[in-house]
C-alpha cells in the first residue's frame, strides 16, 4: 500500500459531483498513457499526500462539503482504496468515483461493500481503437466493468474525450450503438479535448474538426 497515494487534493468542486459540493482527491500513478491526458505529472508523479493527511483535511470540512471525487490517475490502483473509502463514509461524506474501468474487481468490491454512491466510467475508444489512444491492451476489462454496471444498475455515467485527429463520429456512433446493445440507458456525455502544456504526449491541437452533426441518435447525448 502506498504511503501517499495523493498526488493533490482540490478543496472544492460544484462541477465534477452531479448536486454536490465536494472535494477531488487526484490519486497518482495510472494505468494508461492517454494520448491526450493532460494529467501527466499525476500519471507519471509520486505522490505526495498520505491517507491520514486526506482524512484530516476532510474532517475539517465536515459540514461544508458533502462529496468527495476519486479521481486521478487512477484511483483503483490504490491497494488501500477500500479502508479509505470505509473511513470517507465514516465520515459521513458521498463518493464518486472516476474510473477507466481497468479494474472490475476492485468495482464490484466498492459497490458490493456500499463504498460509492456514483460513478463515471471512460469509454475510451471502440476495442479496435483502445490500444492506439490508450497504451492498454485490456479492453476486456473495460467492458467487464461496464457490464456489471448496467447489470448492477448502479447510477453512473459514461463518457468520451472527443479529439478530432484521435477519435471521428463514426467511432464515437461505434460506442453509441455498442452501449445501446448492452442496455445502457443513461447520458452519454462528450468531452471536447483539452490543450494544455501538461498533456501526456506531444498530441497537437485538433485539425480536424469533430462532425458533431453525424452522431446518431438513440442515447441522449450531452456535451460539457
Ligand atoms: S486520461 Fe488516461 S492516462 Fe490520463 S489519468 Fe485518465 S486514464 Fe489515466
Redesign the pocket.
Known amino acids: 500500500m502506498l504511503e501517499r497515494p495523493l498526488y493533490d487534493i482540490t478543496p472544492f468542486t460544484a462541477l465534477d459531483y452531479p448536486d454536490h459540493l465536494a472535494t477531488i482527491f487526484w490519486f497518482a500513478k ?5 494520448l ?2 493532460y ?1 501527466r505529472d ?2 507519471l508523479g509520486e505522490g505526495k499526500i498520505s491517507q491520514a493527511e486526506a482524512l484530516s483535511f476532510l474532517k475539517s470540512r465536515k459540514g461544508l462539503l458533502d462529496g468527495v471525487v476519486l479521481s ?3 484511483a483503483t490502483n490504490y491497494t488501500g482504496l477500500i479502508p479509505l473509502c470505509q473511513a470517507i463514509k465514516a465520515l459521513g461524506f458521498k463518493i464518486k468515483l472516476d474510473t ?1 474501468g481497468l479494474n472490475p474487481n476492485m468495482v464490484e468490491r466498492l459497490i458490493a461493500e456500499e463504498l460509492i454512491d456514483y460513478l463515471a466510467l ?1 469509454y ?1 475508444a471502440p476495442k479496435e481503437k483502445f490500444l492506439a489512444i ?1 497504451k492498454n491492451r485490456h479492453f476486456d476489462d473495460f467492458s467487464k466493468t461496464l457490464n456489471f454496471l448496467i447489470k448492477q444498475a448502479f447510477p453512473f455515467e459514461v463518457r468520451t ?1 472527443v479529439h478530432g485527429d484521435l477519435i471521428r463520429v463514426e467511432e464515437v456512433n461505434r460506442i453509441i450503438k455498442d452501449l445501446l446493445k448492452r442496455g445502457y440507458r443513461g447520458t452519454y456525455y462528450l468531452q471536447p479535448f483539452l490543450f494544455t502544456d501538461t498533456l ?1 504526449s506531444r498530441v497537437k491541437k485538433e485539425k480536424n474538426s469533430f462532425e458533431r452533426s453525424k452522431l446518431c441518435s438513440g442515447l441522449k447525448v450531452v456535451w460539457r
Open positions: 495510472c494505468n494508461m498513457r492517454c491526450y491526458c494529467n499525476i500519471v486521478g490517475g487512477e477507466n471512460d475510451k490508450t474525450t501526456m
